[in-house]
């Protein structure tokens, strides 16, 4: 069949304009993808911190609420604290991919009403809209992940291994498998971006939604794998011009760590720390505004290449009665 390239990517960038509630899914569909931390410093006049000079050379001294641990405690302590941050970072994770399933649900959805012909999109409309797919777009996300762990296991474990004995020569013979797995990459990643629309448009489980979206690349594997290029580079070349102010950013934290190393002064690392974390607050929003809009950007577009590649016309009647 005849893909229209130009169709798609023009489309998906006049519906994310015109329902720019949508960039508000894209926000919640970025979630987990990447991101920073913040932190906060406790500023000194002087040159030492808790008594100890840190450029002396002296080993760190224990944090104050382990003072005083008794040695056969000592480990049971930090088993403790470790499983304690393990269990918070999990549950966050699962938080951060509970948004993101939200966040596809609403691009998917406000794609399909923006195809048939809706004058206007609310945030609750496309979340009511989503909510009985929400468990099975959960559970079809969470087994392809899996799946992909398992894999990569799999692979990189005995590669990982089999380079570290042979001290890095057999990662010159493996180049060529590392090349080939790209395509093999981007094929993947087309069959689970259909799964996921086809799970919503055509009313499917997890798993009849993976053979679903094996079944639309597998039979029109062209088009979505250039479009996986396509979008890979965009995301690339527009991740390069957000990261300029970020760079820009970190010169007063590498010039305060460079000048405080030279001159053994905690003030200035302080400082150059300070500076780089306001700036880093004050980007922040414009950074998750840009990220929201670009993944708004690629779910429509998806999104609309499912419609194109299975002739599906949305209907709003439909989608209004809860089948797409």
């Not at 004995?165 to 080939?180: E, H, Q, S, V």
Request: glycine share 10%; proline share 6%; charged share 10%.
């Amino acid at each position: 069949m005849q893909f229209d390239f130009s169709k798609v990517l023009t489309r998906a960038g006049q519906i994310i304009w015109k329902f720019k509630v949508l960039w508000i899914f894209g926000i919640l569909a970025s979630c987990g993808r990447g991101g920073g931390s913040g932190g906060s410093s406790n500023f000194s006049s002087g040159n030492n911190t808790g008594g100890q000079d840190p450029f002396s050379g002296q080993p760190p001294e224990f944090p104050p609420f382990l003072e005083g641990t008794p040695p056969e405690n000592f480990l049971i302590t930090f088993l403790l604290i470790f499983f304690a941050i393990l269990c918070f970072v999990l549950v966050l994770s699962l938080i951060f991919f509970a948004l993101r399933m939200v966040g596809r649900l609403g691009l998917i959805q406000g794609t399909l009403y923006a195809e048939a012909g809706a004058e206007s999109l609310s945030f609750m409309q496309l979340f009511e809209a989503g909510k009985p797919y929400f468990l099975r777009i959960l559970l079809l996300n969470f087994l392809i992940g899996v799946a992909g762990f398992v894999i990569a296991l799999v692979i990189f474990l005995p590669v990982g291994l089999l380079i570290f004995f042979t001290f890095g020569l057999a990662l010159l013979c493996l180049i060529p498998l590392l090349l080939l797995a790209i395509p093999v990459a981007l094929f993947i990643q087309a069959i689970v971006e259909q799964a996921n629309v086809a799970l919503v448009v055509e009313d499917l489980d997890a798993i009849a939604a993976i053979q679903r979206g094996w079944k639309i690349v597998r039979n029109n594997w062209a088009p979505p794998i250039i479009l996986s290029v396509i979008l890979f580079f965009a995301r690339f070349f527009v991740g390069l011009i957000v990261a300029i102010p970020v760079l820009l950013a970190m010169g007063p934290l590498f010039a305060g760590i460079i000048g405080g190393g030279i001159t053994e002064n905690l003030n200035l690392i302080y400082g150059g720390t300070a500076i780089f974390v306001l700036c880093l607050c004050a980007l922040f929003p414009f950074l998750l505004a840009i990220g929201g809009i670009i993944e708004s950007y690629v779910g429509s577009a998806w999104t609309l290449t499912y419609i194109q590649l299975t002739d599906h016309e949305p209907s709003l009647p439909e989608l209004e009665a809860g089948t797409a």
